[in-house]
């Protein structure tokens, strides 16, 4: 993802918002972290080595899971001006206990069969149930690292096999960037087997475009959108009514578009919230990008990093907010990982919710990263990756589970817009003979004894795909 026009919000912005503090603290909070040795199954390495991308370095994985498959998505070989040498692909069938893994064919020059595309980026995985059609949206860029196309992979036999992507959208004009895509897999309802592709145009101020598909991803329609410039990272769902909702960060706030009509056109946009937001210490690259996710009836979950419920906004916290027509939201809510105090600071959220429960007894799942302390240099910062999960709607999460870290800035890709991990990190409920199972999938970067990660070395980066399964 190639991302512009980041300004955090004013000081006296961040402390008028401080003013919500007393209203909202209302969770119970869990300070103790759990800190035990945390098994990781190592999904991907980066096997290229073409010298112009950082290697043995995979960043911003993504998954979907439909019962007990679930794929995931990830950048293998990052080039400093954004993109990847190509996407990796692992899967499981048997609820995350056994993998397979490979890369995309026909996608970029270093592909197997070579694709046409400099570098590919912004990968996310979804699954129609209707024509049992796994895919993998991502833009392809050419050599000045520009999005000419928005593609899909597809795979017809379960996320095991690849075939070469088809074609979204393909411009001469825009400056394709931060595709999306999700499937409306509910049998009941009327728009059963539509796929919803989405991305933003940077060389028009990052106006919003959508498209969908009804026959498992081989073609694909342009929707009617509203005039929707500087947004960026939609993630849409879907309800059981066939009614799109897509939350995502515009100018300032976080807002929200839906699609009635099965995705032939869009409204909106309806205000979640006013983005208030810390900039992370130690140059590293981290945007408060939403995370979303729906219950069995439909309600829509959606969490990003903010920071207005801690004093001069030192620090992030990870918030949501809830909607069940996806115009009308709740008051934002914070995790409450750590106390407002604590200079922890957290950010990449990646939020699962059980597809299987809803109201009082929803399941959640977050997978994030964080500081210990927040106020930290490029040499000091330590980065490490949390686990939370509520049983109850929210109501009360478990204390904090360390699933990897410490690790240093000089671990890490250094892009031309900052050390990077990815833009996002994620979770999936996969179902197992125990019940549904929130997985975490994520960068761990290994410590290379005396190197720092280094453009086109293929000895000094150890940053891999990992996941983590948490008991049902």
């Not at 270093?110 to 699954?127: I, L, N, R, W």
């Not at 995705?263 to 909106?268: D, F, L, P």
């Not at 419920?309 to 750590?338: K, L, M, Q």
């Not at 699933?403 to 031309?416: E, K, N, Q, V």
């Amino acid at each position: 993802m190639r991302l512009i026009g980041w300004c955090p919000q004013s000081t006296a912005s961040r402390v008028s918002r401080m003013l919500l503090l007393c209203g909202l603290l209302s969770l119970t909070v869990c300070a103790a972290a759990a800190r035990a040795a945390v098994p990781l199954t190592v999904l991907s390495n980066d096997p290229y080595t073409n010298t112009t991308s950082f290697h043995q370095a995979e960043v911003e994985p993504a998954s979907f899971a439909a019962g007990s498959t679930v794929v995931t998505a990830v950048q293998a070989g990052r080039f400093p001006d954004g993109g990847s040498s190509n996407i990796g692909w692992a899967t499981s069938t048997d609820g995350a206990s056994t993998w397979k893994n490979g890369f995309l064919p026909g996608t970029t020059v270093y592909a197997k069969p070579a694709g046409p595309y400099a570098a590919v980026s912004d990968e996310a995985v979804a699954f129609d149930a209707k024509h049992g059609v796994w895919m993998i949206v991502m833009d392809g860029l050419d050599p000045n690292y520009a999005g000419i196309a928005a593609i899909v992979s597809r795979s017809t036999d379960g996320g095991l096999t690849w075939g070469n992507p088809v074609t979204v959208q393909a411009s001469t004009t825009q400056n394709i960037d931060k595709t999306w895509i999700v499937c409306d897999s509910h049998a009941s309802s009327p728009y059963y087997g539509n796929c919803y592709a989405e991305w933003d145009d940077m060389n028009h101020n990052q106006q919003l475009h959508m498209a969908v598909s009804k026959n498992g991803g081989l073609t694909w329609t342009q929707s009617t959108v509203p005039n929707a410039p500087a947004v960026i990272g939609g993630q849409p769902v879907v309800q059981p009514s066939g009614k799109v909702i897509m939350p995502i960060q515009q100018a300032g706030n976080i807002v929200s578009f839906i699609s009635s009509n099965g995705g032939s056109s869009y409204t909106g946009p309806s205000t979640i919230a006013t983005l208030s937001f810390h900039t992370e210490a130690g140059s590293f690259r981290s945007y408060p990008l939403t995370s979303a996710g729906t219950d069995s009836t439909g309600k829509v979950y959606v969490a990003w990093m903010d920071c207005r419920f801690i004093a001069n906004c030192t620090a992030n916290d990870i918030v949501y907010s809830t909607s069940t027509d996806g115009t009308h939201w709740s008051a934002v809510t914070r995790i409450p990982i750590d106390t407002t105090t604590s200079g922890v600071d957290h950010f990449l959220p990646g939020l699962a919710v059980d597809p299987a429960t809803s109201g009082a007894t929803t399941k959640l799942a977050l997978t994030y990263y964080y500081y210990p302390v927040s106020n930290c240099t490029e040499s000091t910062c330590q980065l490490d990756v949390g686990f939370v999960r509520s049983s109850n709607a929210g109501a009360t999460w478990t204390a904090r589970l360390q699933l990897a870290g410490p690790m240093t800035m000089s671990r890490l890709p250094d892009t031309s817009l900052g050390y990077m991990i990815g833009d996002f990190v994620s979770t999936a409920f996969v179902t197992t003979s125990a019940g549904d199972a929130p997985t975490s999938f994520f960068e761990s970067a290994l410590a290379v004894s005396g190197k720092t990660c280094t453009l086109g070395d293929n000895s000094s980066c150890r940053q891999r795909t990992v996941a983590h399964k948490t008991a049902p």
